[in-house]
């Protein structure tokens, strides 16, 4: 519950009422008072989602956590949604989970991999969106790449630590 899946949460309590529940590797407790937020483990998180939505970052724990064992856990009417990294998900499971209706639907701003293949079969399922990942196409945010990239290359001439290292 960093500050995108806050973000999110803010939107989804104040647009539609909707109980929010998370799991991350720690607690909230901030958005847990200000919105009702339940702290959930991740099993708890799978089975009672209806739209379970993925804003983490990648590390080993997390990289391909959504797999076939996942998904079997979810509710057959859930919409799983991935706007955190594509590996996160393993593709191929998201399509067996979708086709045989283990879960209802997917929206995916991210894909495994990157670029996705044009004859990809995800595209051609009813019940899922596929959007390109371009949360960053904002004045602002080209802004701050930019701002921290002169900042890395600053300090790579200098020799010095790279402020902003590029993780997978």
Known sequence: MGSIGTALARKCRG???????????SRNEAVEQELGAKYVSFDELLAQSDVLSVHAALTPQTEGVFNAAAFRKMKPAAIF???????????????????SRQIWGAGLDVTNPEPMDKHNLLLQLPNVAVLPHIGSATEEARGGMARMAAENI?????????PHPIRK
């Not at 949604?81 to 086709?99: K, P, Q």
């Not at 600053?154 to 790279?162: D, R, S």
Request: net charge negative.
């Open 15 to 25: 647009a539609f009422d909707m109980p929010v529940i998370y799991h991350n590797r």
């Open 81 to 99: 949604v991935n706007a955190a990294r594509g590996s996160m998900h393993n593709e191929n499971d998201l399509l067996e989970a979708l086709r």
């Open 154 to 162: 600053i300090a790579g001439l200098k020799g010095e630590p790279l």
